[in-house]
């Protein structure tokens, strides 16, 4: 029975808001059905019919409640029924699909907008492969689900009319049927069973896979560099094998279940014409009709049997973006507030008042009671060796983590957990510098969506990078190629800071923004920066001297405490801070 728990779950999970256009779905099934059976039930007279010696243009027969009734007349009243008929079944189809690409897009859009306002602690302990995988395969897979259990609705309706049907031929025949048919698919109830642990399997192998060819196309470089190429491709191809196994231990579980029900479907239909015909002595246009029903009624239950396969191999792609759902939605519920009056525009300071955080799974807190005052309109490096605790100070005052213990004071206002509106005044420039596949205008208005041509080149412009985007032949329609491959590192550093000062800023979180680069680079970005003074706060992660040059306040940290702050002179004190 827990099978059909998890269907009737499943249904209310993907067709819970579509309660109207279910209903009328169903109604058409119903209509539909009706149609054929009166197309069945037209049978029998027909037969009737033709089994006298009359002609056909004289022939006619008596009906009940109907009267006598022409060859004719009955050929065309098939023919319109049959015409209704298909007409319901386009209509239903065409509803069917709407329906089910809609609720398919609203899971997948529902799942994306959970991903995209979760907690940034959540995606962070997360593969971006898991989460690609369950936007994708496992909503793709639910699609097919939701298309399976249209099915399955429509062939119980299917078997409810046929079977009440065939009662008004011979309900003796009919409670046959009916029984060999509800046995053969309740028989195969451990058929099911392995499938669906099958199904759970397979769907980890698909996950896996996604993640091998994840790492390998994002990391391409580094794997070129190594030669490590055949260790991803055996990983890709043991995983392969075990989905290739996998498949073609569903395909012989499924034709396993479809062979049975082909035998007790012969066997049933030979024992059927005989009981009918011999021990129930049914006349021979009735006879003909009941077989015909029955020859009706057993596909429905095969296709009972092949959609509940079909919904079991799909239901962990449900299982997984459920799972997820309830995880980033618990998590926005956990931490939604109602909405702050003021924000705090950062004109005094940031401080942050014995704050500690311990990262999920670590034994030891990363920042451990931090007491650090952070002035307004300065130029603030942190240093320190890697693992000091620099990158989530900076990830703390974007809210982008939340301390354990502590609070951060913004002009001595309280920041809440994951504050929209407060991270609305940051702009945030990395290492690793995000770039879409499109144009240098079209990268820098995800800072600014609305930003004129004119905002564009002006930022440009206090990015130091007027000059070279303006040397380009197509100027600001210029492709960066994929993650901007087809500029420098510098030229990718210096897009980047112009994207961040486009949004108005009044925090620049800087996070090793220029350690990767060479110094003529470096030293344009620099100077960028050093024309911001005064004007905006910017916190810089550094590890080069030439940047912690730039800086007024100089933060020494180790192992997520403060060892030394100093205030400096960027320019009386950069030997000796460049000998540090």
């Not at 209509?31 to 007279?45: D, F, N, R, T, Y």
């Not at 002595?281 to 003909?288: E, F, S, T, V």
Request: net charge positive.
């Amino acid at each position: 029975m827990s099978q059909f728990r998890q269907i009737s779950d499943f249904a209310r999970f993907s067709l819970g808001g579509y309660g109207r256009q279910a209903s009328v779905i169903l109604l058409l099934i119903l209509i539909g059905s009706i149609l054929e059976s009166c197309s069945l039930l037209a049978m029998i007279p027909l037969l009737k019919l033709i089994g006298t010696n009359h002609g056909a243009a004289q022939s006619s027969i008596q009906l009940p409640w109907i009267g006598s009734i022409s060859l004719g007349w009955l050929l065309t009243a098939m023919l319109c029924l049959m015409v209704f008929q298909a007409l319901v079944s386009r209509r239903r189809l065409l509803l069917m699909t709407r329906t089910m690409q809609q609720a398919v897009d609203d899971i997948r859009m529902r799942l994306f907008t959970a991903i995209g306002y979760g907690r940034w602690s959540l995606v962070a302990n997360m593969r971006g492969s898991d989460l690609n995988h369950a936007l994708s395969n496992d909503v793709d897979r639910i699609q097919v689900a939701v298309f399976s259990l249209m099915s399955f609705g429509q062939n119980i309706i299917w078997l409810t009319l046929y079977g009440l049907l065939s009662t008004l031929i011979s309900w003796q025949m009919t409670l046959f049927a009916m029984t060999v048919g509800a046995a053969t698919l309740f028989g195969l109830y451990p058929v099911r069973r392995k499938i669906a642990r099958h199904a759970q399997s397979m769907s980890n192998s698909l996950q896996e896979r996604q993640y091998v060819a994840f790492e390998f196309i994002t990391g391409m470089k580094i794997a070129k560099a190594f030669n490590s190429e055949p260790y991803y491709l055996q990983r890709l191809d043991r995983l392969l094998e075990t989905l290739r196994v996998g498949t073609v231990e569903f395909a012989r579980l499924t034709s396993n279940s479809t062979a049975l029900f082909q035998l007790a479907s012969g066997a049933a239909a030979a024992l059927f014409v005989y009981v009918a015909y011999a021990v129930i002595a049914l006349p021979l246009p009735q006879l003909m009709t009941m077989l015909l029903l029955f020859m009706r009624l057993a596909p429905r239950f095969n296709a009972l049997q092949s959609t509940l396969q079909q919904l079991l191999l799909c239901l962990p792609g449900y299982e997984n973006v459920a799972r997820l759902l309830r995880i980033f939605t618990a998590e926005q519920n956990r931490t939604a507030g109602p909405e702050r009056v003021q924000v705090p525009l950062l004109t005094r300071h940031v401080r942050f008042d014995r704050v500690s955080i311990t990262h999920h799974g670590a034994d030891t807190p990363t920042i451990a009671n931090l007491d650090l005052e952070l002035p307004a309109g300065k130029i603030i490096a942190l240093v320190g060796p890697s693992g000091a605790g620099k990158s989530t100070i900076a990830d703390m005052l974007m809210g982008l983590l939340d301390p354990s213990e502590g609070q951060i004071l913004v002009d001595g206002v309280n920041l809440p957990q994951d504050d929209r509106q407060w991270r609305s005044q940051i702009a945030y420039m990395p290492q690793d510098v995000f770039l879409l596949h499109d144009s240098i205008a079209t990268n820098l208005r995800i800072g600014k969506a609305d930003a004129s041509d004119e905002e564009l080149w002006n930022a440009l412009d206090a990015a130091n990078a007027r000059q070279f985007v303006g040397a380009l032949p197509q100027g600001l329609d210029t492709v960066v190629g994929d993650r901007g491959s087809r500029l420098s590192g510098g030229e990718r550093q210096r897009i980047a800071l112009a994207r961040a000062l486009l949004r108005h800023p009044r925090l620049l979180i800087l996070d090793e923004a220029t350690s990767a680069l060479d110094m003529d680079a470096q030293t344009k970005i620099e100077t960028a920066i050093a024309g911001l003074r005064g004007h905006i706060t910017i916190l810089a992660i550094a590890h080069t001297a030439s940047l912690v040059t730039l800086a007024d306040v100089i933060v020494h940290l180790d192992r997520g405490r403060v060892v030394q702050v100093r205030t400096n002179n960027p320019v009386k004190d950069e030997d000796a801070v460049a000998a540090e």
